[in-house]
């Protein structure tokens, strides 16, 4: 019986140089951030302070890194990523399709620098601000930078108070006394400093260094004030609450302000039956080419909004900070920063569903700058406090 030949196909499995050359370079570019970002960030971990400092070195880092620098360097390793550039259909749905398989299991964007720490970074993704506004406006890059000041900035406050003679008390002038709001009749919105001796660079004599723009009495509670006064003239009676924190707090302890504002706010809290407005307002560590923004020949103080998400109704904040921002911008388009969000963080927003904090403008803007938006802020107030206190919308 004549045996049967059986005929085996063979099979070539070719392997592109360009796919191993990618995988290759994508690996080290990972490992590189990897390195360079623990080294940074995790170097010191023997107190919250230092965590801190070490974390806005690394927002700080990330932030000088724009979007179209990054895309270029992918795009040079990535020859995939060119296809955004052309405007063919197809090459569109080869980035698209590329993109959505990026995401969809390694849980990376392409183009957001932010994603890959996330993912590579270990609690990188707990310590850093997340862009959750429109993107489609901002360099999703540039998330607030927090400098916290050195523990021994004013270490020898006390003993140059002790040796400076105090002045006479002068006599107050006689001025008008003006009408009183009746709080009974009209609820008030609330403004307090959880970090009120943040100041200005340009405010500030013979302070240089972002990480020293501090003092005790000309700070952001100024910016605060003419909030205020703005509000009043509007119509909306408002408490402000300037209160210095620092001296209860001991050194390297900087993080627990937000925990000394708390009881400040509740004691104020305790004291009327309704507030229906809190705004926490602070200033910004970014320079001025992130927190300036020019609006019919003016320069305005740009504003961050924070959210923090382990509230949780944090959302409810949002939508607070969203309505905010959106009659902001229709105002001075640009003048946001967008809305950040930080899943470690509170912010005291836990204490009422219209709290935000709102960072206005950074270490290089002065005083007329931050108060210029201060007024503008203080419309939009105003008109929200038509709209859902008055009117009860």
Do not use: C
Not at 267 to 290: C, G, N, T
């Amino acid at each position: 019986m004549p045996i049967k030949r059986r005929n085996f196909r063979s099979m070539t499995v070719n392997l592109s140089g360009f796919d191993i050359k990618k995988q290759i370079i994508t690996i080290a570019i990972s490992i590189v951030f990897i390195l360079v970002l623990v080294g940074i960030t995790f170097t010191s971990v023997e107190s919250l302070t230092s965590e801190a400092n070490e974390q806005s070195r690394v927002e700080q880092l990330v932030s000088k890194i724009r979007t179209a620098t990054y895309k270029q360097i992918l795009q040079h390793e990535m020859k995939v990523l060119n296809a955004t550039e052309t405007s063919t259909h197809s090459n569109r749905t080869t980035y698209e399709f590329g993109a959505f398989l990026s995401k969809l299991f390694t849980g990376i964007e392409i183009y957001n620098l932010q994603s890959i720490l996330h993912q590579e970074v270990p609690g990188y993704s707990v310590m850093a601000m997340e862009l959750i506004g429109d993107r489609n406006q901002l360099d999703i890059y540039a998330p607030p930078v927090e400098t916290p000041p050195p523990d021994n900035l004013f270490s020898n406050e006390k003993e140059d108070n002790e040796d400076q003679k105090p002045e006479p008390p002068k006599k107050p002038k006689q001025e008008p006394t003006k009408p009183k709001v009746n709080y009974t009749e009209k609820p008030p919105v609330l403004i307090y400093h959880t970090h009120n001796r943040e100041a200005f660079l340009p405010e500030l004599k013979n302070i240089k260094k972002a990480n020293e723009a501090y003092h005790p009495t000309n700070n952001i509670t100024l910016v605060g004030k003419h909030l205020a006064e703005n509000l009043e003239k509007l119509g909306v009676p408002t408490i402000l609450s300037s209160k210095d924190y620092w001296v209860d707090l001991p050194p390297g302890e900087y993080w627990k302000s937000y925990v000394h504002s708390k009881k400040e706010v509740e004691a104020i809290l305790k004291q009327h039956k309704y507030i229906p407005f809190i705004l926490d307002i602070h200033r910004d560590s970014a320079l001025r080419a992130r927190t300036t923004v020019t609006h019919s020949g003016k320069d305005y103080a740009a504003v961050w909004f924070i959210i923090g998400q382990i509230n949780p109704t944090w959302q409810y904040n949002y939508q607070f900070a969203a309505t905010i921002e959106g009659r902001l911008e229709a105002k001075v388009p640009g003048i946001s920063r967008g809305i950040w969000a930080k899943k470690s963080g509170q912010y005291n927003q836990d204490i009422s569903h219209n709290s935000v904090l709102i960072e206005i403008g950074g270490v290089d803007n002065n005083f007329e700058e931050a108060n210029r938006t201060a007024e503008v802020l203080a419309k939009i107030i105003a008109d929200l406090y038509e709209d859902m206190v008055i009117q009860g919308q």
